[in-house]
């Protein structure tokens, strides 16, 4: 996490709730829970435009919220396993594994986000699982 003196006016285990509810519900709407990075991180901030995350209009998505406190959209997407990036030659597209979602430790406490205790292989050509 990137060190920075903004004052949010929400929690971070709220921002991380929101982001990551908005993100699953956005990716499990989406064809083989696939979007492009873009379409995903617009409609990221229009699903989340309710919520009054900064008093400066400059700071009030969580697109912004994620670049100042993750470093980037990427770098959060990539700490978690139940995401994806697929890069192509032009595009970046993320893509969701459901079934290693557990929507019940899905908090900002330090428990697991997977429903799997072993090491998860993920074949990048489909949804092979190999468990050690």
């Known amino acids: 996490m990137v060190q920075n003196n903004i004052k949010w006016n929400l929690t971070s285990e709220k921002c991380f709730e929101i982001i990551h509810l908005t993100l699953i519900d956005i990716l499990t709407e989406s064809k083989d829970n696939t979007k492009n990075i873009n379409d995903l991180i617009r409609m ?58 557990n929507l019940d430790d899905l908090k900002y406490t330090g428990k697991r986000l997977t429903k799997d205790s072993e090491w998860i292989f993920i074949d990048e050509f489909g949804d092979d699982f190999l468990i050690l």
Request: no cysteine; charged share 30%; net charge positive.
């Open 44 to 101: 990221l901030n229009s699903r989340t435009r309710i919520y009054k995350l900064h008093n400066h209009r400059k700071y009030n998505s969580f697109s912004k919220y994620l670049k100042l406190e993750y470093d980037g959209f990427l770098n959060f997407i990539e700490d978690y396993n139940f995401y994806s990036v697929i890069k192509s030659d032009k595009d970046i597209n993320i893509k969701l594994y459901k079934n290693l979602v």
